[in-house]
């Protein structure tokens, strides 16, 4: 098999992006939390301290996984910790737990706003494509991080330029006056790089087409700048909403109020959905070895090798070739 430069560079990157959208900033109150809440400059250098931070975590952690082909988060923390690896076992449960929680009321509220529909339904629904991603298997989770990723990009590309058209004095006074901080923005920058970490073990599967150190360390880098990119173009956008984005619940539906397009505020939500199918399937995608399908795929490799009969055999004593299913 000959990986592509897509695999090897690009898609840690953009699975990584999902991820951490669909857990994270899609709905903007992380954005204001962390960097907004610095002031409307400062918030930008906080944005270029947690996308380096990003990028030089991912990059020694794919370097480490290659080396080791540690491609799921057990073998990765046994690396790792060495004998303390359960300790990650434990959070990672933890985490689990809790990131589901999130992704089915946040789901729930998308089938509410969109459609009407009770909150347990939006649930379901996620719940059941999350399931249905990982009957297909790693390929076709692969294609959804890729498509839907740079389909990420597109929507909050098009959630600033729309937001600089009808807004544009208004975001151009906010960051000339630039108002008093109320928290630093280099520690808001490393906070939230920090606790979002957490999700680089769940996209370790992607290291595997990779085959050099250079191909670990190029994909680690890209990691930051990509996965920040969605969040620097809501970050702007909300400018346009500055200061009632600070106190706002969502500051995403805040901002699209203000915008009063229902092609986009239709478009985000529906892809911010896709993005919470994301999150669902990367963190559920490493479960313990026989509780996932799509774990167990990942790690079973087929190899040809040449064996030849017992020569007491009475048929005959030529070789064959056996196909074996090796479990790594």
């Not at 690009?10 to 857990?23: E, Q, Y």
Request: net charge positive; with cysteine.
């Amino acid at each position: 098999m000959i990986e592509s430069v897509w695999q090897r560079r690009w898609l840690p990157a953009f699975a990584f992006m999902s991820i951490v959208i669909g857990g994270g900033y899609a709905t903007g109150r992380e954005v204001v939390e962390f960097f907004l809440a610095a002031g409307p400059v400062a918030g930008l250098a906080g944005l270029a301290v947690t996308a380096a931070t990003w990028s030089v975590v991912a990059a020694l952690s794919f370097e480490l996984a290659r080396e080791a082909s540690a491609f799921d988060y057990r073998r990765f923390f046994r690396v790792l910790l060495g004998r303390a690896w359960p300790l990650f076992d434990l959070s990672y449960v933890a985490l689990l737990v809790l990131v589901l929680c999130v992704l089915g009321a946040a789901a729930g509220e998308i089938g509410v706003t969109l459609l009407g529909v009770p909150k347990l339904a939006g649930a379901i629904v996620l719940l059941s494509l999350v399931t249905l991603f990982a009957y297909f298997g790693t390929a076709a989770i692969e294609r959804l991080f890729s498509v839907w990723g740079i389909g990420m990009c597109v929507a909050y590309a098009a959630l600033l330029a729309t937001s600089l058209w009808l807004f544009r004095d208004s975001i151009v006074e906010v960051l000339v006056s630039n108002p008093v901080a109320s928290r630093s923005w280099v520690a808001g920058g490393l906070q939230y790089a920090g606790y979002n970490v957490a999700v680089i073990p769940a996209i370790l599967y992607c290291v595997r087409y990779q085959r050099s150190r250079r191909d670990a360390l190029v994909s680690g880098a890209l990691c930051g700048p990509i996965a920040i990119l969605p969040g620097l173009c809501l970050y702007l956008a909300l400018l346009a909403v500055y200061p009632a984005a600070l106190d706002a619940p969502i500051p995403l539906q805040l901002l699209l109020q203000r915008i009063d397009l229902a092609w986009l505020k239709v478009g985000l939500q529906v892809m911010i959905f896709g993005t919470l199918v994301q999150t669902g399937i990367g963190v559920l995608r490493d479960l313990p070895r026989g509780c996932s399908p799509m774990a167990r795929q990942a790690r079973a490799t087929t190899h040809c090798v040449a064996r030849p009969r017992p020569l007491s055999s009475p048929r005959s004593r030529s070789w064959s070739r056996t196909a074996q299913v090796s479990w790594h």
